[in-house]
Each structure stands twice: as C-alpha cells, then as structure tokens.
C-alpha cells in the first residue's frame, strides 16, 4: 500500500519560488503515476500536473504551465512540484496522489483517486 506524505508549503510572497516534495513509502509508487492537486478555499479540488511513473511524460493545467514543474526520483521514492512565479491566485491546500493508471488520465480520475497525502499549505501574499 503507497502512503503519501507532502511537505514544502509555507508563506511566499508573489513572485517567488517554493518547492513542494511528495514523499512515498511502499515499493509500488515508482510504477505509478504521480500528481498533485490543489483546494483553495470554497473551491473544489483541481489539478495542478502529473507525471508518468518514469518521470518521461509530464501534464500541466493551463493555470500553472510554465510556471510550475512536476518531477520524481524514483531512487528516493519522492515527487516534486517546483513553483515558480508564485501568484496571489496559487494559495491553496496542495495535495499529492499516486496511482497505477496513465498520467494522462490524472485529470479525470480526481473523484476516483483513493491514494492521497495529507496536503500541505502554500500561501502566497501580494
């Protein structure tokens, strides 16, 4: 069973750059999809990016393309979300989840996914 643990969220004004790990436990999460969500305040959760179990393929939202990007470390059973470019807009719980289907479909599968970290605060001040 994958366990995820999320770290790396705090305050950052706009502009600046944060880095969020995703830390795994169980063998299996290196053959599996990875990504991150996000839930800001009275909102639902959304999609941020993922990443193919060999880190070859990666998928971004429109709102954070370019500037964010996902990554993994299969040796250190770990996922990354670098943000840079941080906007007032981007302050939200960050979630990682980790699962056995295409990354591709990441996205679609939110309501499906049932391997999810704890979630991690990022705030960003203007």
């Known amino acids: 069973q994958v366990q995820l643990v999320e770290s790396g969220g705090g305050l950052v004004q706009a502009g600046g750059s944060l880095r969020l790990s995703c830390a795994a436990s169980?063998?299996?999460?290196?053959?599996?999809?990875a990504g991150w969500f996000r839930q800001a305040p009275g909102k639902e959760r959304e999609f941020v990016a993922s990443?193919?179990?060999?880190?070859?393929?990666?998928f971004y939202s429109r709102s954070v393309k370019g500037r964010f990007t996902i990554s993994r470390d299969n040796a250190k059973n770990t996922a990354y979300l670098q943000m840079n470019g941080v906007k007032p807009e981007d302050t939200a719980v960050y979630y990682c989840?980790?699962?056995?289907?295409?990354?591709?479909?990441?996205?679609?599968?939110?309501?499906?996914?049932?391997?999810w970290g704890q979630g991690t605060l990022v705030t960003v001040s203007a």
């Open positions: 989840t980790a699962d056995p289907a295409a990354a591709s479909t990441i996205e679609a599968l939110r309501d499906s996914l049932d391997i």
């Open positions: 990443i193919t179990w060999n880190g070859d393929n990666t």
């Open positions: 169980g063998r299996a999460f290196s053959t599996y999809a």
